[in-house]
């Protein structure tokens, strides 16, 4: 008697076998809306922050203190001289005879690329920024 039981068990459990493939193709389906929905809402918070530092648009300078240019040097001059040294194999000892090819003197190269340098570290909207500017040189 116990192997008829067992029997109609598995019929059972055969019979119940696409229904439940079913269900969990349906879960599978409604599990991959919530990914592409929370990857969207991801994205356009992301493309909002972006745009609230400027990022992606040349020529939308981002305004505050911690992008005023730092003994008369921009950021976007600091970013073409920092990116100007790559001429040189990145020697980091050229990086004032390029500041120079831009008008900048060394005290006042020594002095914005100490502050600059400290801004990108401190704020991700001007790490941003120098980014773009450096890839745009």
């Not at 809306?33 to 040349?58: D, F, N, T």
């Not at 502050?115 to 570290?121: M, P």
Request: hydrophobic share 50%; with cysteine.
């Amino acid at each position: 008697m116990g192997m008829f039981k067992k029997m109609q068990d598995m019929r059972g459990m055969v019979n119940a076998a696409p229904g439940m493939m079913a269900q969990g193709q349906a879960l599978a389906a409604q599990a991959q809306q919530m990914a592409a929905a929370q990857q969207a809402a991801a994205m356009a918070q992301l493309q909002q922050a972006q745009s609230a530092v400027g990022y992606g648009q040349p020529g939308a300078a981002p305004d505050g203190p911690d992008f005023e240019p730092v003994a008369g040097v921009s950021l976007e001059q600091f970013a073409a001289i920092s990116k100007g040294v790559a001429a040189y194999n990145y020697d980091r000892t050229k990086l004032v005879e390029v500041a120079a090819e831009h008008g900048v003197c060394a005290d006042d190269w020594e002095a914005a690329s100490r502050a600059w340098n400290d801004r990108i570290k401190a704020n991700p909207a001007v790490a941003q920024r120098f980014n773009l500017l450096y890839r745009a040189a």
